[in-house]
């Protein structure tokens, strides 16, 4: 049974009729005292609640509510409904417990897709996962490991991937994020449909609604063709934006609007367009405390992140090294026509000990340059520590590594390394001989997971 709990008799009634339609057992009720009489007697799958009680708009009595319900049956998700006046409010209501919010006027797909992903949601059960089990129910051929936290993320992303849910993705760079998008695609229902990839950090604030929402003919100075917007190109699949923490907040409120409304138009028409999209968002950056400092809306953070899909540093699964190593090897046995390519066995241990500061891309590129420039078909210890690109530079060096053989992260890590060292660790200094203020240093270090002495700020 779904219970909609609205004052407004047209609006329950409306939402009765179109449930209904759908198969489902529904009822309603017009005030706080009639929707805890429907709960004595029966407990919903689901409730749909308004905010507003009154003529007063404050949403008082409904937070007042929606506190009770999620006090005595913790368990029955709620999805709220108010205008998008009051988003603000709903958002409150998402701290209180609530699991998603409709704003008014809704449209119909809208509701009934949030409604079918909560309900999936709710009716589905973890369980203690096995790599096998994983393997046959769902499609992971890309994702390498055995480590108890990614078979937790693993059957979580299985999960997730039959509903409408947008899932966050949070990580350090190069632990595979993009990866785990792509499974999200590959086992949902939305799989023979696009799956669109759009690195926000690449695109300037100017070109972000060409970019996202496409333009018409004549929309600016070059604009000599109408063009599709990477939305419209995701219609009925998934988009996945990545780096999403770098967006300014003149884009987020353009992003939040296309999320909330499912409409949006091209730059230089005033012609609304629908789409269908599943969303999946990624950053290597701590979005809770960009809300806290306001510099990322949180509206568009609850928005984003229904579940959230929290990825291990690959430090923190050391036994899952060996594993990948071995697996860049034979993908580049047959890219490079090296058939006897393989591991020594004192390499496969050696490798597992790497403080790989760059995760797996850094693996995959310490692995693929030492088969370009190792002659040996059995790669051994030696083969590697000549390409570690984590070796210092010898003394007095100051030519920067050749292109390619070293990320922009893996530099910028052993810079702070070094002046760390240099400097003992006293971070007021590090941030002058870098060049950066203490705050930036501050990101940087936690982003590395290098520890350092507290200052006073």
């Known amino acids: 049974m779904l219970l909609i709990v609205d004052d407004d008799l047209a609006i329950r009634a409306s939402l009765i009729l179109l449930l209904k339609k759908e198969g489902f057992d529904v009822k309603g009720a017009a005030s706080p005292e009639e929707t805890f009489e429907i709960l004595k007697k029966e407990t919903p799958e689901l409730i749909l609640l308004d905010l507003n009680f009154s003529i007063e708009t404050s949403g008082a009595e409904g937070m007042q509510l929606l506190q009770r319900i999620k006090t005595s049956y913790p368990s029955v998700p709620v999805i709220l409904i108010t205008g998008w006046g009051t ?120 070109l972000f609604e060409s970019e996202l929402f496409g333009h018409v003919r004549g929309a600016f100075t070059d604009a000599k063709t109408d063009r599709v917007g990477r939305f419209e190109m995701a219609n009925r699949g998934s988009i996945f934006l990545d780096e999403i923490g770098e967006l300014d907040l003149s884009s987020q409120v353009k992003l939040l609007r296309v999320l909330q409304e499912r409409t949006f ?130 003394s007095g060096s100051k030519a920067l590594p050749e292109v390619g053989t070293i990320t922009l992260d893996e530099m910028e890590f052993q810079m702070i390394t070094r002046a760390m060292q240099f400097h003992q660790n006293k971070v007021s200094k590090v941030a002058r001989s870098l060049g950066i203020t203490r705050f930036a240093l501050y990101r940087r270090l936690e982003k590395y997971g290098i520890s350092y002495d507290s200052e006073e700020i």
């Open 265 to 394: 138009e091209p730059l230089g028409s005033s012609k609304s367009r629908t789409v269908d999209v599943r969303v999946i968002c990624a950053t290597n950056r701590n979005l809770e405390e960009m809300v806290a400092q306001g510099t990322f809306r949180e509206d568009l953070y609850y928005r984003i992140n229904l579940i959230t899909v929290k990825l291990p540093a690959l430090r923190e699964r050391p036994d899952d090294i060996p594993l990948l190593s071995g697996f860049f090897v034979n993908n580049l046995k047959t890219i490079y026509t090296r058939p006897n390519l393989q591991l020594s066995t004192a390499a496969t241990k050696w490798l597992r000990t790497l403080q790989l500061q760059g995760n797996i891309r850094q693996l995959k590129n310490l692995v693929e340059r030492t088969v370009l420039l190792s002659g040996n078909d059995v790669l051994d210890i030696a083969d590697f520590q000549k390409n570690l690109s984590g070796n210092p530079q010898p």
């Open 87 to 206: 988003i603000d409010l709903a958002v409150k209501g998402m701290k209180e417990g609530a699991a998603d919010f409709i704003t008014k006027p809704w449209q119909n797909d809208h509701l009934l897709q949030s409604l079918g992903t909560i309900l999936n949601l709710s009716r589905q059960t973890p369980q203690s996962p096995s790599r096998r089990k994983l393997d046959q129910q769902y499609q992971f051929d890309n994702i390498v490991g055995q480590d108890a936290k990614l078979l937790d993320i693993l059957e979580t992303v299985g999960r997730v991937s039959s509903t409408d849910a947008p899932v966050l993705i949070t990580g350090e760079s190069g632990t595979g994020k993009e990866l785990i998008a792509e499974a999200i695609h590959l086992n949902s229902k939305r799989k023979v449909r696009p799956f669109v990839k759009v690195n926000l950090g690449g695109i300037s604030s100017t």
